[in-house]
């Protein structure tokens, strides 16, 4: 194929890594319905919340450009100190929501 540019390296990792999200979305969709028939349980696990914020940014940033919008994260000091859980298949590591509101909690 030859030599690729920076510009097309840096999209073939946003197309990996899209590739890999959307995997994790398809995994978490048949694990949901895998605990609602109550054949898997569910379990709490400690979040971290920004990298969780940069990594749903990351996913969507390309298209906001194309659009001419730009996407930055601000979070509060507290934030940090907060103790973020989010509950997750007890057999699999999946991917939380980006929202936290949806499926995590925070446990001050």
Request: aromatic fraction near 2%.
């Amino acid at each position: 194929m030859g030599q690729m540019s920076e510009t097309q390296h840096d999209y073939i990792g946003d197309i990996f890594t899209s590739g890999q999200h959307l995997l994790s979305l398809i995994n978490d969709i048949l694990d949901l319905s895998k605990v609602e028939a109550g054949m898997m349980t569910l379990d709490l696990e400690a979040v971290d919340l920004k990298s969780l914020l940069l990594s749903s940014l990351s996913i969507v940033k390309e298209k906001a450009a194309a659009q001419r919008i730009r996407l930055q994260t601000e979070t509060d000091e507290g934030l940090d100190s907060c103790n973020w859980t989010c509950a997750r298949p007890s057999r699999s590591s999946i991917t939380c929501c980006p929202m936290p509101s949806i499926q995590c909690n925070a446990a001050t």
